[in-house]
């Protein structure tokens, strides 16, 4: 049975039509003290796409996503998914959202069974259903050999199929995936990439936030880069990246201190600055025209710049994050980062239906 199968027998919500869009947020604003964490920020998500949200930590990247599960309050803007205003019908928004959490939400002294039961049953699902329910996750996320163990032997990823597979119990339409890959594997991490997958393949919109590039480059329809609390840039991966131009070329320095005599030559050459990389001594340089890069090395070789080594390729999101911020997404956005004091993470609870019972 697919997953979407197993939520219609759930009992979701019934939806009304599909031509709006499944979240609408315009001037979204969240005030920490005197920070504002998350900065009037617009999004518009369409049906059954995968929309990614990137950004460093600290970014407002999980206050917004919080905000549009009903787990904090608009301070100012407004949201509406599928329709359905978020801070004026929070009940029924929690029927229609699933949420992921950065940390597996899953009770540790129970088996991965006994967790399914409990959090249907807290989301009034009927007994005999529940058990059901609870064998057709197991078999679709691949725990049916784990499903009677203890939590507390399960590893990392384990743990967070299962958490997932819990916020799909009812099947919402809309799932918000905070980081979920955050931690794990690299194996562990394709085949999470391959649920998501499955899960828009089955009918579901999945909102996506991560700070790992090469996740949205893979995963997204759409992206959404937010940096301070704002939205800087919007579009398909291929946009963003030819927004930076149609090519890069990498440079890596054989003296790092040479850098600016590097930033210079480029500036003369091309009319432009390059993109420095948090790696030392390493400049992306974007070119309009992949020939450019030949006028930059004979540019850079009269100056007497050294150069360890060279390579042109297509832009990446790095190359993108790194144009449109001037850091990498592993910085703390100066006064951005509320890791520390709980209001940017996740908690250590997965699910928006389980968070607001």
Not at 326 to 343: N, R, V
Request: with cysteine; proline share 5%; charged share 25%.
């Amino acid at each position: 049975m697919s997953i979407t199968e197993i939520g219609r027998t759930g009992g979701g919500p019934a939806l009304g039509g599909d031509d709006g869009p499944a979240v609408r947020a315009e001037g979204l604003v969240k005030t920490f003290g005197g920070h504002r964490a998350v900065d009037g920020i617009d999004l518009e998500i369409r049906p059954g796409e995968i929309f990614g949200v990137l950004g460093p930590n600290g970014a407002g990247k999980t206050t917004m996503l919080r905000m549009l599960a009903t787990l904090l309050r608009i301070d100012a803007g407004r949201a509406e998914i599928f329709g359905v205003d978020v801070a004026g019908n929070p009940h029924v928004i929690r029927q229609l959202v699933g949420v992921t959490g950065q940390y597996a939400s899953v009770d540790e002294n129970l088996t991965a069974r006994e967790n399914l039961w409990l959090f249907s049953r807290l989301q009034g699902v009927a007994a005999p259903r529940a058990r059901s329910v609870g064998t057709e996750l197991l078999g679709r996320f691949g725990l049916e050999e784990a499903a009677d163990r203890p939590i507390s032997q399960f590893s990392g990823g384990m743990r967070r199929r299962l958490d997932l597979a819990a916020s799909l119990i009812t099947r919402p339409p809309l799932i918000f995936l905070d980081e979920p890959t955050t931690g794990l594997d690299p194996r562990t991490r394709g085949q999470m990439w391959d649920t998501i997958r499955d899960l828009v393949a089955d009918g579901c919109t999945v909102l996506l936030t991560t700070q790992y590039l090469d996740e949205a480059d893979q995963l997204a329809d759409r992206v959404a880069v937010i940096d301070h609390g704002r939205k800087v840039a919007e579009g398909t991966p291929d946009e963003l990246k030819t927004a930076v131009g149609d090519s890069t070329l990498q440079l890596l320095l054989a003296e790092p201190d040479e850098v600016p005599a590097a930033a210079e030559v480029v500036r003369r050459v091309l009319g432009s600055d390059p993109v420095l990389s948090p790696e030392r001594g390493r400049l992306n340089v974007a070119l309009d025209q992949a020939d450019l890069a030949a006028d930059v090395l004979i540019a850079l070789r009269t100056a007497g710049v050294s150069i360890s080594s060279v390579s042109v390729a297509k832009p990446s999101l790095d190359e993108v994050f790194l144009a449109l911020t001037g850091h990498g997404t592993g910085d703390h956005g100066t006064g951005g980062d509320h890791e520390s004091d709980g209001h940017e993470t996740s908690g250590g609870r997965g699910t928006g239906t389980k968070e607001n019972r």
